[in-house]
């Protein structure tokens, strides 16, 4: 019978200069080597140890670990290895001493590359000093054991050079190596796993299970659309259009269409989590093809007030959440990556968009009243409004009608302007919401307005024919909210594995 | 200024023959009458009641509530108005007194169409019998205004033949409309409001949260990976492709290869929720070109049963959790759609694959013994199953490598099979899952036997090269398992908007 493992990891030892299998007249041969491919072979139902789990109590207690080699260096008869899972290390000790440990082992620990799986099995134990440079400190292992499951290449960069904060970068003696964004994509297997990934990554599902919550408390129920539709949901000029079935198919800028279509199908509350696409050439800091959308939407009775109540406790919790449910993490981003931590109200800001322009105006600048805020003109918008009411998180409302895509409920009172708001974190635009337009006639002549082909969305407009309900809603970037919270500088820090105009791999 | 509202409404207005506003000689006609457009224009903050909400003790209270016209029946003098949220219905009724109620308004209320949206206040009142047919019986409604806010075209269908039993409709003197699958899907916003369809997509968000809090308490990260891939992840032949930024993409038709990275990145046991897509040209019960994926990926120590143990955990959960949590909405599913309840085990059934052929060829069919198992000798093991275990909720495992996918990890004993499993609710298969390869030469050689061009899939392959912790993992379709759960006959019932070859729209 053929057994894969040995041929595969034959020809992968090969290519190792360095000794991948125990001394043979070793008489310690058994506690060190490369282990067989691991193939579920046997479930001896040992405990694997996490380091979290270590402290002087376990004290002269045998534990085995399984993690990467985080750091290794030989030197004559002794070796240290820093094992490491996630963000935690321990570091593991061998002494030649003939009895547990010998020769051959310390140069086989020694040889083997950073970032290898290893089983490392080995004696609790308390040092007479703590551990520098280890998440745990207050013990080490005697390594008893020592076996390799899993073997680096050499590796693109060295994760320590990966993880440098930006302030010792930036020194003007600095001397170390730089890994460029590029390289970090590229690799980002790899790149993955500095402490400051490993924490971004954990706050962006934090952030995910508190946007439910919220939602959850609030009576909303989650629904998942379809992201493969007729028509563009957002405008003709950046969708991705592939063929479906024969006939052309559009990939969902958003989920608007069809969470509207939820609340007219007596869904009262609805959400949905999901990647939205959007093929826009844009190069900036804040841009994606695709991200993670966090959307919303919810009949009201009266006014999209009540969508900004439902938006500004949610948003409170979340942040709130993130504080206390991640403080390591946030720790850990802030030590790589400097930042004011955010400054928000435990009731958020609302001003209308008027105001704003009025308060840009005071400050010097020449926004056009009737016409979108650019990027500078939000962020100057930003910081006056932190430095006016100390926050950096608010929510700007009834803007331009032509302005806003062209199912936003127009102002009742002046038709210049509409039902709507963005949020800003930041003096960054995250949340783009409204009370839409629920009623068939209407939508079809807003259409027009728009030069939208009303084809095109046929069924999205049948959709408020027989019987809808007033209802708003509001959508935001998962990547941004996590970026901006953080006071990252760039959403590709945010993304698992960006997309962007130049990017579709990995 | 140019008012929208007016116009719109007014030109939806001139359709409707019935009347849309008061008599101006009515002395009473300030209750009744169409809104004007709900356009944030004024926020009273009155309450507005759920139907839920209503009891006896309310008895003599007037109270606001907004719902839908299930049904309207006007009769001389009086009017009997079934108002619907959602599932709940209560009974409004009218009688000219020309005091509180006007002629005009029974009138006006008599010729409101079925599903509008209406506002209706009156005084809470126990009538002398139980109301039949709606779910709140104790109490009805003195209406004492009824404004009309949306006002429903003619329907398509009824909703009350969308919503009949099966049993009657195959009843040998059945004379009621049928309503076809066709005509639900194309005006899926009114079919959706049935009880039933209510029911299936609160199930399908409680099985969200379920799956997610499982997996949260058994220390699993929420990951979202790309949709958007430059290679086909599950093979060539189902892949919807598109251009992106002038080079070919793909959609990706699991997120396989990116919760493999997330493993190889550090993060222990990821999972994900997110639409996959397949370019299957299937028109079975059970197959969609785009679904919901619940997929987990997690380390192993030393053995894929660890996989089946949280798998096993999180369907007894989920299962346990749609017992205790949708009572409810299961009920109300069965009364239109009868089928027995699942039967599942506290500890899931497994069996290895060569014991399911034995198990075959004993009750008389002809498996092939190391080939994949068609849909009909799945269904066949599925009653032997039930039959001898009494559970529709079992794992096969150990099934012949050649028909699993090149990533799966060939068995140890016998390469003949791999290290993998299917799982099985009511003899159909729901879950697909394995141990992977995580040795990048071994995984070279399987994707070579698979004649997959390993250009397409090299940044993959890369992943494995620094350092892969042994992994396994599964995936799920959320809609097959709702529809398995249920005992529903079509998946099409439990997608929200569904998506198969034939359709794309609504």
Not at 33 to 61: A, F, N, W
Not at 90 to 101: E, S
Request: aromatic share 10%.
């Amino acid at each position: 019978m053929h057994m894969y493992f040995c041929h595969a990891q034959a020809s992968q030892r090969q290519k190792a200069a360095a000794p991948t299998q125990p001394d043979p007249d070793d008489p310690l041969r058994e506690q060190y080597g490369d282990t067989p491919l691991v193939q579920s072979r046997t479930q001896s139902g040992e405990k694997y140890y996490q380091i979290s789990e270590l402290s002087p109590e376990l004290s002269g207690q045998k534990v085995l670990l399984r993690g990467r080699v985080h750091n290794v260096r030989g030197k004559g008869k002794s070796c240290f290895l820093v094992l490491r899972q996630q963000t935690g290390t321990v570091q593991a000790v061998l002494f030649v001493d003939d009895k547990t440990v010998s020769r051959g082992m310390v140069k086989y620990t020694s040889a083997i590359p950073k970032e290898s799986i290893v089983d490392i099995s080995g004696e609790v134990h308390v040092p007479q000093e703590p551990v520098a440079g280890c998440t745990c400190s207050q013990v080490e292992l005697k390594a008893m054991s020592v076996k390799c499951v899993s073997r680096a290449a050499p590796l693109p960069f060295e994760l320590a050079d990966a993880s440098r904060k930006e302030e010792d970068l930036q020194r003007e003696d600095a001397q170390f190596a730089t890994v460029t964004q590029d390289t970090r994509l590229e690799n980002r297997w790899i790149d993955l796993r500095t402490p400051v990934n490993q924490a971004i990554f954990r706050v962006q599902s934090a952030v995910c299970q508190l946007f439910r919550e919220a939602l959850l408390a609030e009576g909303f129920q989650e629904i998942h659309t379809p992201k493969l539709i007729a028509g563009a949901s957002e405008g003709g000029a950046s969708v991705f259009r592939l063929d479906y079935m024969g006939r052309e198919g559009c990939l969902a800028q958003s989920p608007q269409f069809y969470k509207q279509m939820a609340i007219c199908s007596d869904m009262a509350r609805v959400f949905e989590l999901g990647p939205v696409f959007r093929a826009e050439k844009s190069f900036t800091h804040r841009h994606l093809c695709e991200f993670t959308g966090l959307d919303l939407e919810m009949t009201i009775n009266e006014h999209y007030n009540e969508v900004l109540d439902v938006l500004d406790r949610l948003f409170v919790y979340m942040f709130d959440g993130i504080k206390s449910r991640c403080a390591a993490e946030v720790k850990a981003i802030q030590e790589q990556f400097p930042s004011e931590p955010l400054a928000y109200l435990p009731k958020t800001l609302r001003i209308p968009f008027e105001e704003g322009m009025r308060l840009l105006q005071e400050a010097g600048f020449e926004p056009d009243p009737l016409g979108d805020l650019t990027t500078e003109l939000e962020r100057n918008l930003g910081k006056i409004m932190k430095e006016k009411y100390n926050t950096d998180f608010y929510i700007l409302y009834r803007y331009p009608l032509a302005v806003r895509p062209f199912y936003t409920m127009p102002d009742p009172e002046d038709a210049r302007y509409s039902n709507s708001f963005d949020v800003f974190i930041r003096g960054e635009e995250i949340i783009s919401g409204a009370q839409r337009v629920h009623d068939a006639a209407l939508l079809t002549e807003r259409a027009q307005v728009h030069e939208i082909p009303l084809e095109s969305i046929q069924s999205y407009i049948n959709a408020f024919k027989f019987g809808a309900p007033p209802h708003g809603g509001f959508g935001v970037g998962l990547e941004r909210v996590v970026m901006l919270f953080c006071g990252l500088d760039n959403i590709r820090k945010t993304s698992l594995f960006p997309r962007d105009p130049k990017r579709l791999t990995p």
